[in-house]
């Protein structure tokens, strides 16, 4: 019973990595710019890639996702903030690994009120805070014939420009969301009475758009601003 609490967390590993996914912002405090801090404003489509993997611990064990990625667009000044798609698995395409085995799949698309707030103090060297909100994933563990947990709610992470040196991947030159050990909280309609109230969330992504709207080609660096 314990090894099924402990990967039926893992689905939303990867999403709060959603959440995380894309830069947004408030008002006239934030702006969300091509390339640098003095390139032209960037409103539309952005995409965001897991880097590494995402893990999920609870009291009694983890679980991970190493393949996750999330579509979706946002305002230039960081408001609207929506996921239209997002997909979370492990080694091309297969179930997320732990103890035992788990597929994941987004609810209730697209998971719209996201925001970015440019922070201008840098807190805990970060660039922007960066909330997911609504989102809903469903967890299905292989066993007992497939128990299924779903996790959901607000998500906020801590934004990071692409020459920030404290960036959680130091070896990715594009713009970041880092999350560490956030709660995320079980949505009990739908759950199995077996999966765990909350889960810790670790995950990293780069965030790009696209160089022409509405193209496809997601190569375009990001970078946010007051």
Not at 48 to 59: D, F, N, P, R
Not at 115 to 131: K, Q
Not at 187 to 216: D, M
Request: hydrophobic fraction near 35%; charged fraction near 10%.
């Amino acid at each position: 019973m314990a090894r099924i609490r402990q990967f039926a967390s893992v689905g939303i590993a990867a999403t709060a990595a959603v959440a995380i996914a894309v830069p947004s912002a408030s008002a006239a405090t934030t702006t969300i710019r091509r390339d640098s801090a003095t390139g032209a404003a960037y409103s539309g489509n952005v995409r965001a890639s897991l880097l590494g993997s995402a893990t999920v611990s609870t009291s009694i064990g983890s679980g991970s996702c190493n393949e996750s990625v999330m579509n979706g667009s946002v305002s230039s000044n960081g408001t609207g903030l929506s996921v239209s798609n997002a997909t979370f698995s492990s080694n091309g395409g297969g179930a997320c690994t732990g103890t035992t085995t788990a597929t994941i799949t987004a609810q209730n698309l697209p998971w719209s009120g996201g925001n970015v707030t440019f922070d201008s103090a840098h807190t805990g060297n970060r660039d922007a805070s960066v909330t997911i909100a609504n989102f809903r994933v469903k967890a299905v563990v292989n066993i007992f014939g497939g128990i299924t947990c779903i996790y959901g709610g607000s998500l906020t992470a801590n934004g990071y420009n692409r020459d920030n040196t404290h960036r959680p991947v130091t070896t990715n030159n594009q713009a970041q969301v880092g999350i560490t050990n956030a709660t995320v909280n079980k949505v009990s309609s739908g759950s199995n009475f077996l999966c765990p109230g909350t889960a810790s969330v670790t995950a990293n992504y780069q965030l790009q758009g696209e160089v022409t709207a509405g193209g496809g080609n997601f190569t375009q660096a990001l970078y946010v601003t007051s």
